[in-house]
């Protein structure tokens, strides 16, 4: 499975982005896609995840209420609707896919290269 990202760019805070990750290869085997992010000095941090059927949603505290996430499926791409950003929303974005369901937010199999989202003050 191949992910990329992409929809990053530089915006005011209380702005709005979309991120999108399209899938290709394997991508009937994809279960679930999630994003994370990471902050220059930051570890890398769950943000949000959809499982492909169903679309069970999940997602960090920092996040919920200001951001959604949805899937196409016949296009194979998940997008990140980002609304009322903050700086502290600043950082690379990263898509990721797996193939199992998991209780954890940490296993994930595949990832796409990552989308810099940049938030002024």
């Known amino acids: 499975v191949q992910l990329q990202a992409s929809g990053g760019g530089l915006v005011q805070a209380g702005g709005s982005l979309r991120l999108s990750c399209a899938a290709s290869?394997?991508?009937?085997?994809?279960?679930?896609m999630g994003w994370f992010r990471q902050a220059p000095g930051n570890e890398r941090e769950f943000v949000a995840a959809?499982?492909?059927?169903?679309?069970?949603?999940d997602f960090a505290h920092s996040v919920k209420g200001r951001f959604a996430v949805a899937k196409d499926n016949a296009k194979n791409t998940v997008y990140l609707q980002m609304n009322s950003l903050k700086p502290e929303d600043t950082a690379v974005y990263y898509c990721?896919?797996?193939?199992?369901?998991?209780?954890?937010?940490?296993?994930?199999?595949?990832w796409g290269q990552g989308t810099q989202v940049t938030v002024s003050s």
């Open positions: 290869g394997r991508s009937f085997s994809i279960y679930a």
């Open positions: 959809i499982t492909r059927n169903g679309g069970t949603t």
């Open positions: 990721a896919a797996r193939s199992t369901s998991s209780s954890s937010r940490s296993i994930w199999s595949y």
